[in-house]
């Protein structure tokens, strides 16, 4: 049974897919340890509430320094003894320690497709309004382990979102959201969980094919 933590920063959109997921079977071998976030008003948290899974917040402004955070964080994933850590959302940056203690056990998801939209500034609304300024026809998410960098970990899953005529940065989050956030996030987790991807020179590997 794959223990995971998840870590959230705001709505926990993400996070629902993943529960309904869960309880509904369609994420096989897989338990919902606990929830993080850094933010105490992320409503992921009140999700996590409604389903009995334990939910705790961590926040920067609770620490004298980074560094201190850091060593918090970490200290209260592992006192979940998870297997995987998932980030749904996470807007805090990974410190390299926590990385290098759960190598290859760190998922993120990203809404657009590595590596376009992606790195420093890149995050949230911000990809969406890139991708129509630059006018792409097509985006979508990507699911990636993490690395020391940001958003430059071997990618698990990508999946591809057509951009309308006509779309807001706000309608062509939601389309990558629905059509392929809430669908490939889910998808690495049981893939993982069942032991289907490896990684090899920096790239995944399927091995059930
Ligand atoms: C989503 O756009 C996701 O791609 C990004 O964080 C945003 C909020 O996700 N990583 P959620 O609703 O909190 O899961």
């Known amino acids: 049974m794959l223990r995971i933590c998840v870590c959230v920063s705001g709505g926990g959109t993400n996070l629902q897919a993943i ?12 338990e919902i340890a606990a929830v993080v976030s850094n933010n105490p008003g992320a409503y992921a948290l009140e999700r996590a509430r409604q389903h009995g899974i334990p939910a705790v917040c961590v926040s920067p402004k609770s620490y004298e320094s980074r560094e201190a955070f850091n060593q918090a964080l970490l200290e209260t994933i592992d006192s979940f003894r998870v297997d995987l850590v998932v980030l749904a959302g996470y807007l805090v940056v990974i410190p390299p320690k926590l990385v290098k203690h759960y190598r290859n056990r760190i998922i993120n998801i990203h809404p657009s497709l590595i590596p376009s939209f992606c790195g420093t500034g890149n995050y949230g609304l911000a990809v969406h309004e ?4 630059r006018g792409v026809k097509v985006t979508g998410a990507t699911v990636h382990f993490v690395d020391e960098g940001t958003d430059t970990g071997p990618i698990i899953l990508q999946k591809a979102v057509e951009v ?4 807001t ?3 062509l989050q939601l389309r990558v959201m629905e059509e392929a956030e809430w669908e490939i996030l889910p998808l690495a987790i049981d893939l993982i969980a069942n032991n289907r991807i490896k990684v090899e020179d920096g790239r995944t590997v399927r091995t059930d094919r």
């Open 19 to 30: 529960i309904d997921k869960v309880e509904s079977g369609v994420i096989t071998n897989t």
């Open 130 to 133: 890139n991708a129509l300024k």
């Open 164 to 167: 309308k005529d006509g779309d």
């Open 169 to 171: 940065p706000e309608s």
